[in-house]
């Protein structure tokens, strides 16, 4: 009975380390099934140029509004480097209130970064978030018409023609870019502006900045872009 169970002990072991043995080399023989593949987009995928429309339509409709173009690099379809560039321009005549006439027309740049905001980087519909780093340097013509004078009742005015003026601003930016067909995008932007440094000439504040817009309204702005990927 002792010998029995002895061979039966040893079996049993036998077959255990059998079993064992088994799979380890089963384990090691297996190939990985969990790979961690490696993103093939490259960093560089081109470039976009743009163009609002929202400011000419301004200029047509109104006093005052902007030309403007913009390039944008994109890295890996997360990161875009954007610059700005644009002129503004606004000729305000026959102010009701104060009977003055505003001129100017300048140039106006920025300087920002987007970054993707959608889960999916590569699709080619993308939301956007970014700032911007802006700057204009400009010259206004600020005239008042000839009034009478209340008490000696001659004709008298006064002005200025040429008065420089510069401003620095910041510009918080969401937004939203749309496949049409091929490289043709639509695109739809929301601006949130900061003035940070400014000179606005002797005779007080300017009525409308480049780039900025007018003075006093709201720091939202609005763009509507048509868009070509290159």
Not at 35 to 63: H, Q, T
Request: proline share 4%.
């Amino acid at each position: 009975m002792t010998r029995l169970f002895s061979i039966s002990t040893y079996t049993s072991r036998l077959v255990i380390s059998l079993l064992l043995v088994s799979i380890t080399s089963a384990a090691f023989s297996q190939p990985k099934i969990f790979k961690v593949e490696k993103d093939s987009i490259p960093v560089y995928r081109g470039i976009a140029i743009s163009a609002d429309l929202v400011g000419p339509a301004m200029l047509l409709l109104s006093d005052h509004g902007e030309y403007e173009g913009a390039l944008r690099v994109n890295l890996h379809d997360e990161i875009f480097p954007v610059v700005e560039i644009g002129i503004g321009r606004a000729n305000h005549d026959n102010d009701e209130v104060t009977g003055i006439t505003y001129k100017t027309k300048a140039p106006y740049f920025r300087l920002g970064v987007d970054w993707n905001l959608l889960k999916n980087k590569h699709r080619p519909n993308r939301l956007y978030g970014g700032f911007r780093y802006a700057y204009t340097n400009y010259t206004v013509d600020i005239i008042r018409q000839q009034f009478p004078d209340p008490v000696w009742q001659y004709d008298s005015g006064f002005g200025v023609e040429g008065m420089g003026c510069w401003q620095h601003w910041l510009e918080g930016v969401l937004a939203l870019d749309a496949k049409v067909a091929g490289p043709l995008h639509l695109g739809w932007a929301v601006r949130y502006k900061r003035r940070l440094f400014h000179h606005e000439g002797e005779i007080g504040r300017t009525w409308y900045v480049p780039g900025y817009g007018i003075y006093g309204n709201s720091r939202m702005s609005a763009n509507f872009y048509i868009i070509f990927d290159i």
